[in-house]
């Protein structure tokens, strides 16, 4: 369901530019600068705020607050106007917004040249099967996505993929090519994930790296993360040193972490981390 749908309006343009701006409260400044005779307040389940939208001269704009809270002015702005309460799910709402920027993404930015190695597919197919079985819609996280081979097998799994990286031009690859899905994909910076997502059952990092002195620091940092919103994680890298390193980095946050080297793969993923959490 789009965004508009939810709010009962033809169309609404939104006041954060990504959705990577979504934790920026500086927004709801310039929502609260909106020209605008009518608004829309839409709540959650529990009856928490999930967005406003005001009409303009040019139509709709919204702010989104998954990622932050309304200002108590912009609340008392819609309760001296003409306005409507609206409720939906936060699911269905964050699914929206999602798919918002997504497709306002594929839109402004040319994807990267394919990157995807027809093998590729299958490998993966194997690697997380052989872990994990199939699913029943269970979430699973797919961080540093890339161009979204592995939300691609996860949905072939029967998982839900929620998948984020902060290259925009491989994201408007994996878009273009359908392997991401506009309503399960994010713009964002991946050492701050735990500010857009809630913690779900399962979470891949496909072939991290390359993991050195000056890189250590940025992927301890998405690793940790990851591990933080995840019970369960498969995480893949290039050498054994990689590995241990995530080892490490799992179990200072209670993590169990096993790492088996996987012959089944000589380029890609050739060390597995499987970690669940104490």
């Known amino acids: 369901m789009k965004a508009s749908e939810i709010l009962g309006v033809e169309a609404v343009g939104f006041v954060e530019p990504a959705f990577a701006a979504l934790t920026d409260c500086t927004f709801n400044m310039v929502l609260a600068e909106v020209v605008g005779d009518e608004g829309r307040l839409l709540v959650d389940e529990n009856e928490e705020p999930l967005a406003l939208a005001f009409r303009g001269p040019d139509g709709w704009t919204a702010g989104s607050f998954l990622c932050r809270n309304p200002s108590l002015a912009l609340i008392e702005r819609f309760e001296y106007m003409n306005g409507e309460i609206f409720q939906e799910d936060r699911t269905v709402w964050a699914a929206a917004v999602r798919e918002y920027f997504s497709e306002a993404l594929r839109a402004a930015v040319p994807p990267s040249v394919e990157d995807l190695n027809p093998v590729r597919r299958g490998i993966l197919n194997n690697l997380i099967s052989g872990y994990w079985g199939d699913a029943k819609g269970e ?18 799994l029967g998982y839900s993929p929620l998948s984020y990286d902060n290259d925009e031009t491989l994201l408007s690859r994996g878009l273009a090519e359908g392997r991401l899905l506009p309503g399960e ?69 209670g993590q169990e972490v096993e790492v088996k080297e996987n012959t089944a793969d000589p380029i890609y993923d050739l060390w597995v981390c499987r970690s669940t959490r104490k």
Request: net charge negative; with cysteine.
């Open 185 to 253: 994909t994010m713009w964002l910076d991946a050492t701050i994930a735990t500010q857009y997502l809630e913690p779900v059952p399962k979470g891949i990092g496909i072939m991290m790296g390359e993991i050195n002195t000056f890189t250590q620091e940025m992927w301890r940092q998405i690793i940790s993360e990851l591990f933080l919103l995840t019970r369960e994680t498969l995480i893949t890298v290039g050498t054994g040193q990689e590995a241990l390193l995530i080892r490490d980095w799992g179990e200072e946050l």
């Open 139 to 156: 979430t699973c996280i797919d961080c540093c996505c890339g161009s979204g081979v592995g939300s691609l097998v996860l949905r072939e």
